[in-house]
């Protein structure tokens, strides 16, 4: 691959912005793509739109040497990474209207030698599919499904692997797993990343590499899966699934995962669909495994209520709204659904609480009234539960909670 002068980054989210910033700390151009005016807008004064630590500083020092910028339209570039969204729709089946309306808007812009990276989680085959929209939005580029060894463009898949609140340090340190659609875009992809990937860049071809980061997020699904069932199973047996998973994971070869609320955040709700959407006459575990994790929320909301029927009139602070702890992504969140059932069903006055945002989105603005800081939910609440293991939630001691109805989905009070 020619030398790498500038690098495009279609989608500054969560992945896209922090990549986009390592990349430029490197020394290398970085046009950032987003379709939301604020996010740029915010960028382009060196701030950030988003809670990840120490990405503020990062994306600071990159935008005032001018080796990123961002805007709401692509440009000419030598390399191309999409990092947008794929989520499911109401059936399960993948959405890659996201992935494809990236691939629409950046075609014009493609030349000779340059290298499309799609970093989005996606079901097999999406990669190929690229190449496929591109031989027909650009008839004039040969593509690499079209002549793998001497194509035009080069493509491939680089799936992200890492973990909210850790990903400035994991972009540089994990090992990263390269798939072309051909040997030679897979090498071209691996000149790329070893700009600033200190781990192992892995070659294989482009399905296996998106499988691969769908198997890694399935199998944890599952661990995830068995721990919820057994924290219902020990409900019902009046048993501290917290001690119990404590003991059991006292044996070398057992490691049990904690259970929780549910399962939320852009992957491992998500991914397992792609599995059993591609193979639904095999994917039996893994199709059990997640419907587990989505009854789970369920669960809790029937513990809620039983709770609330004690009460005259019940005041419940749900204590996190995040998909994990100490951070302010909401997506695929069972907190937030808890809170969001909680409070359209009435079941008594709902309080949200959520330290890590200042508002909530556009399609919940209609429950901003419902968030408040945990002072006020420590003070009015009769019920409290704990959906998220926040460090402010983990500061509190017994006697903070001494005279409340506590239903402790993440083992804080043991």
Known sequence: ???????????????????????????????????????????????????????????????????????????????F????????????????????????????????GNLIILESTSPVGTTEKISHWLAKLRPDLTMPHQNADQSDVAIAHCPERVLPGRVLQELVSNDRIIGGISTRCAQQAMALYQLFVRGECLLTDARTAEMAKL???????????????????????KINVWDLI????????????????????????????????????????????????DAKPHYVMDRVKKAADEFKK??????????????????????????????????????????????LPKQYQAYSSQLVSLQEALERAHILVVLVDHKQFKSLKPGDVAAKVVIDTRGLFG
């Open 314 to 359: 019940p005041v419940i602070a749900c204590l996190g709204l995040a998909f994990k702890a100490d951070i302010d992504d909401l997506r695929e969140s069972p907190a937030l659904d808890i809170a969001k059932e909680l409070t359209e069903q009435q079941v008594g006055e709902v309080l949200w609480v959520e330290p890590n945002i200042h508002a």
């Open 81 to 112: 990474m999409i990092a947008v969204p794929t989520p499911f729709k109401d059936d399960k089946k993948p959405d890659l209207s996201y992935i494809e309306a990236a691939v629409q808007s950046i075609a014009p812009y493609i030349e000779k």
């Open 215 to 237: 198997t890694e997020n399935s199998f944890r699904d599952v661990n995830i899966a068995f721990a919820n069932e057994l924290s219902m199973i020990c409900d019902q047996l």
């Open 246 to 293: 404590q003991l059991a994971n006292r044996h070398p070869r057992v490691n049990i995962l904690s259970p929780g609320p549910g399962v939320g955040g852009h992957c491992i709700a998500v991914d397992p669909w792609f599995i059993v959407d591609s193979a639904p006459e095999h994917a039996k575990m893994i199709r059990l495994a997640r419907e587990v994790n």
């Open 1 to 79: 691959m020619q030398v790498v002068s500038k690098v495009a980054v279609i989608g500054l989210g969560y992945i896209g912005l922090p990549t986009a910033a390592v990349i430029a700390s490197r020394g290398v151009q970085v046009h950032g793509v987003d379709i939301s005016q604020h996010a740029v807008d915010t960028i382009n004064q060196g701030k950030i739109h988003i809670v990840e630590p120490d990405l503020d500083m990062l994306v600071q020092a990159a935008v005032s040497t001018g080796k990123l910028r961002a805007d709401t339209k692509p440009e000419a570039a030598d390399v």
